[in-house]
């Protein structure tokens, strides 16, 4: 089995392609150890010290590492784990529910506007997100104040360039399309609060 690798434009993160499919629908996002329990996988890679967020995409996986953790150390053994994964048959997630979320699907309940929403998102945007190792998650929109919340995943976030991906590419092109749409506003999940809140306190 042969894994290659590639930097992201966040230093601290790099994907991690196994040369098989990875993900069949959408993505999947460990932003710490807890949320991992439902994957044999992605807590393998907690295991390892170090580690700071585990993110599946469509065929590649993408680690992000604490500040002074080093690639050099990190990496033989993200191989390793990979490798004994997929040695060992077991399934990427315990309950098969977690596979199959999908945020930008649409439902018969969907006004048309979010319609176009989330099939911008899906065909435009989380593609050249994905590209970078990362993905967005859909939050909802808000038709009063034109707001559109999303979550920023894998190597987006805590990136330093994820703001300027989120206003200038992601809330543009939003805005170009759907006039209805005034702002994009990203929206932290409970381990991004988490680490919001242990460096300011670091401050």
């Not at 932003?31 to 585990?54: C, F, M, Q, T």
């Not at 053994?77 to 990427?92: H, K, R, T, V």
Request: net charge negative; aromatic share 8%; glycine share 6%.
């Amino acid at each position: 089995m042969s894994i290659q690798t590639q930097s992201t434009p966040n230093p601290s993160s790099v994907m991690f392609y196994p040369g098989k499919p990875v993900m069949d629908v959408g993505s999947a996002d460990f932003p710490n150890s807890r949320s991992a329990i439902n994957s044999p996988l992605a807590k393998a890679i907690y295991e390892i010290d170090g580690i700071n967020r585990v993110f599946f995409g469509s065929d590649f996986f993408t680690i992000t590492k604490s500040d002074d953790a080093s690639w050099e150390f990190l990496e033989p053994e993200i191989f390793a784990a990979i490798m004994d994964f997929y040695s060992s048959g077991e399934p990427l997630f315990l309950d098969s529910k977690t596979a199959a979320a999908k945020d930008t699907a649409i439902s018969e309940d969907d006004s048309d506007i979010v319609a176009m929403i989330k099939e911008l998102l899906e065909t435009r945007i989380r593609p050249a997100v994905q590209d970078d190792g990362g993905d967005i998650e859909y939050r909802g929109f808000d038709e009063e104040t034109g707001i559109v919340k999303l979550t920023m995943q894998g190597a987006c976030s805590g990136c330093p360039s994820s703001s300027v991906t989120l206003k200038s590419g992601i809330e543009n092109m939003l805005m170009h399309y759907v006039p209805e749409v005034k702002a994009v506003e990203q929206e932290l999940d409970a381990g991004d609060e988490d680490d919001a809140a242990l460096a300011s306190q670091m401050e």
